[in-house]
C-alpha cells in the first residue's frame, strides 16, 4: 500500500467516525452540531472538528460518554485524550484524526470556536454522505481493478501450465526476435 493509498484509507475511516459521533450528538439532542472538514495546512493533525452544544452540563457529559462508548463498542476506537468532563462546560475529545467539542451553549458562544478556524470547511451530513460513498465507491473501483489485473495474469499462467509447448515456444519465439532487433542495430 502506497502512502498516499494509507492517507486516503485514514481520511475514509475519519469521516466515519466522524459521522458515528455526530450521529450520537444529533440521538442525545446536542444543538447546533456541525462538522468541519479542517485545511490541511492550517490543522496540524486533525482533518475534522465536530462541534455540538448541550443545554446543561449533564447532557454534555451524556453526549461525550455516549461518542466514546459507541466508537469503542462499533469501531474499537479510543480517545487519544479527554478533557473538561469533570466541569462538563466544554469537553473536549482528541482522536487525533478528529476533535469532538461538546459545548455549553454559552461557552460555545464565548469562544466561538468556528470563527477560529476561518479557513475550515463546514460539510453537511448530507455532502458528507455524498463525499463518503464516493471515497469508497473510487476504493471499490481500485481494488476490484487491482484484482482483475491479478486475475488476468493468473489465467494467463494457468493457460501457459496447461499447454507447456506453447508457451516454451512463445517465450523462445520472443527471445530469438529480441537477438535478431538486436543484431540488426
Same mark, same amino acid.
Given at each position: 500500500m502506497t502512502q498516499t493509498e494509507a492517507h486516503h484509507d485514514t481520511r475514509i475511516k475519519s469521516r466515519?467516525? $466522524?459521522?458515528?459521533?455526530?450521529? $450520537?450528538c444529533e440521538d442525545k &439532542?446536542?444543538?447546533?452540531?456541525?462538522?468541519?472538514?479542517l485545511d490541511p495546512i492550517d490543522s496540524g493533525l486533525s482533518d475534522f472538528f465536530l462541534v455540538t452544544s448541550a443545554s446543561n452540563d449533564r447532557q454534555a457529559v451524556a453526549i461525550a460518554d455516549e461518542i466514546e462508548a459507541r466508537l469503542k463498542r462499533e469501531f474499537g476506537v479510543y480517545a487519544h485524550s479527554v478533557e473538561g468532563r469533570r466541569k462538563?462546560?466544554?469537553?473536549?475529545?482528541?482522536?487525533?484524526?478528529?476533535?469532538?467539542h $461538546?459545548?455549553?451553549?454559552?461557552?460555545?458562544?464565548?469562544?466561538d470556536i468556528e470563527r477560529l478556524r476561518k479557513s475550515a470547511r463546514p460539510v453537511t451530513p448530507a455532502e458528507f454522505d455524498a463525499e463518503l460513498k464516493?471515497?469508497?465507491?473510487? &476504493?471499490?473501483?481500485? $481494488?476490484? &481493478?487491482k484484482a482483475s489485473g491479478k486475475t488476468t495474469a493468473v489465467a494467463k499462467s494457468k493457460k501457459a501450465a496447461k499447454n507447456p509447448s506453447k508457451a516454451i515456444k512463445a517465450a523462445v519465439a520472443k527471445k530469438v526476435a529480441g537477438k535478431r532487433a538486436a543484431a540488426k542495430t
Open positions: 466515519i467516525l $466522524v459521522q458515528a459521533a455526530a450521529a $450520537v &439532542k446536542g444543538q447546533d452540531t456541525r462538522i468541519l472538514e462538563g462546560d466544554w469537553i473536549l475529545l482528541d482522536y487525533v484524526d478528529f476533535v469532538v $461538546v459545548f455549553l451553549a454559552e461557552r460555545r458562544a464565548f469562544y464516493e471515497a469508497l465507491a473510487a &476504493k471499490t473501483r481500485a $481494488v476490484r &481493478k
